[in-house]
């Protein structure tokens, strides 16, 4: 049974970089089988996909975020994380990774737990 | 990119059917088989229940089953149960190689 563990800093101050690893388990990031991608989702609103990364390093981003995130994969810790910088309040949210089965066309058939990151000084 | 856009609620008695519509564009919802359902209950991850329109999942009830015409892909819940209370999002591939959500739906069970 493939699990996904988010892991960060529940609390960033304002400019400061929210940094947050995404642990998979049960499966490995080197099938090259599936994409993988950070979502979030801020209190009481909807879901916002952030970006994907694939084994191999490549990246897509959500346009909106693009010039702040960073997406990288460390495959033989089986980990990848994300880097968002110049954070604000409005990047107060619960985090979320998951696994994308389609191939980067949004199929995320398993997410971790979501962990929350409160941007605040 | 705008978000797809969902209903804000639907309610439904046990079982009834009810329907959560999902309304795009030829950029995303019209222009591709890549539309998914997703179910949050309170507190958890969502819950993947439909993909690439009206595919459920291995283990999704078939009380659950999605479609698409045009610019809009509908979710529909048949035979309404207690434990379906939760909130309902619609995502989609892009033109632009991005993928996007509804805004969410909240589905009350009466």
């Known amino acids: 049974q493939v699990q996904l563990q988010e892991s960060g800093p529940g609390l960033v101050k304002p400019s400061q970089t929210l940094s947050l690893t995404c642990t998979v388990s049960g499966g490995s990031i080197s099938s090259g089988d599936y994409y993988w991608s950070w979502i979030r989702q801020p209190p009481g609103k909807g879901l916002e996909w952030i970006g994907y990364?694939?084994?191999?390093?490549?990246?897509y981003n959500n346009p909106s975020l693009r010039s702040r995130v960073t997406i990288s994969v460390d495959t033989s810790k089986n980990q990848f994380s994300l880097k968002l910088s110049s954070v604000t309040a409005a990047d107060t949210a619960v985090y979320y990774c998951a696994r994308d089965h389609s191939y980067g066309y949004g199929t995320f058939d398993y997410w971790g737990q979501g962990t929350l990151v409160t941007v605040s000084s | 990119q705008s978000a797809l856009t969902q209903p804000a609620s639907v309610s439904g008695s046990p079982g009834q059917s009810i329907t959560i519509s999902c309304t795009g564009t030829s950029s995303d919802v019209g222009g591709y088989k890549y539309v998914s359902w997703y179910q949050q209950h309170p507190g958890k991850a969502p819950k993947l229940m439909i993909y690439?329109?009206?595919n459920r999942p291995s283990g999704i009830s078939n009380r659950f089953s999605g479609s698409k015409s045009g610019n809009t892909a509908s979710l529909t819940i048949s035979g309404l149960q207690a434990e379906d209370e939760a909130d309902y999002y619609c995502s989609s591939y892009t033109s632009s190689s991005t993928l996007v959500f509804g805004g969410g739906t909240k589905l009350t069970v009466l």
């Open positions: 690439d329109v009206s």
């Open positions: 990364i694939y084994y191999s390093g490549s990246t």
